[in-house]
């Protein structure tokens, strides 16, 4: 199956197996034409399926059983985002709200609370908020300014929309007692931003991409964010980044 879609603001040709990855996202679908093309194939498929056995291990859980259709889509988005750092644009593995229509970008290991404290946003600021992409947006790294956008590779729960925003901040999340924020250096973060976007295993890709990595450091003002996710957590993540 063929379709086009618009994401990041360049045109990709999806060639799949399956109609799956065409149903997650036709809200991008569009009929301009293609800037490049992607194609899958049964490898990409066993790829994907070795990826989360091998994530199931170390993880020390049950191997999961996925469906062809749904490891496809896996498959889509990352050579998606494998074309994407021709472009200057990376995926990265956060959180994103947009408020007043600027955006916020929240990262943390998984299960800290990335979802729970942007929808601590939407509930404290609420139609002043927008979610972006609660899961896998795209950061288009230009030399003075990022732009986040939504995609269709949201999260579970399906939350973003087909949008992009001026990105003000990387806020690094923490369980904490007390509610509290700082500012941190490029130093301080690094570790984590290396940790959080996609890594492509071409070397010259991957060279690409870290030198995509410094001059978002070097864009974005940086945040270490400790918070005990009581909607308060809101108020003083967006003061502390103002």
């Not at 679908?29 to 994530?55: C, G, L, M, N």
């Not at 986040?148 to 007692?177: E, Q």
Request: net charge negative; hydrophobic share 40%; with cysteine.
């Amino acid at each position: 199956m063929v379709n086009r879609y618009k994401i990041a603001d360049k045109v990709v040709e999806v060639n799949s197996i399956y109609a799956e990855v065409h149903k997650y996202c036709v809200d991008y679908q569009t009929d301009e034409p293609a800037d490049y093309s992607v194609y899958t194939t049964q490898e990409d498929i066993y790829f994907e399926r070795e990826k989360s056995v091998h994530k199931d291990e170390i993880e020390g859980i049950p191997t999961r059983q996925f469906s062809d259709s749904y490891l496809e889509e896996l498959a889509v988005y990352r050579k998606i985002a494998e074309k994407m750092i021709d472009f200057d644009t990376i995926l990265f593995h956060g959180s994103i709200v947009a408020l007043d229509g600027v955006g916020y970008l929240f990262t943390a290991k998984s299960g800290t609370g990335k979802s729970t404290h942007t929808r601590l946003w939407r509930e404290y600021f609420g139609d002043r908020v927008v979610m972006v992409n609660d899961d896998k947006p795209l950061l288009h790294i230009a030399h003075s300014d990022v732009i986040a956008y939504g995609t269709p590779y949201n999260g579970k729960h399906r939350l973003g929309a087909n949008i992009s925003v001026p990105l003000r901040a990387i806020c690094i999340l923490t369980r904490s007692i007390e509610n509290h924020i700082e500012s941190i250096t490029r130093n301080q973060a690094y570790t984590m931003l290396l940790q959080q976007i996609y890594r492509p295993t071409d070397v010259l890709k991957m060279a690409k991409t870290l030198e995509l990595v410094d001059r978002l450091a070097d864009s974005v003002k940086l945040y270490r964010l400790g918070c005990n996710m009581d909607i308060s957590a809101a108020l003083v993540a967006f003061k502390g980044m103002q």
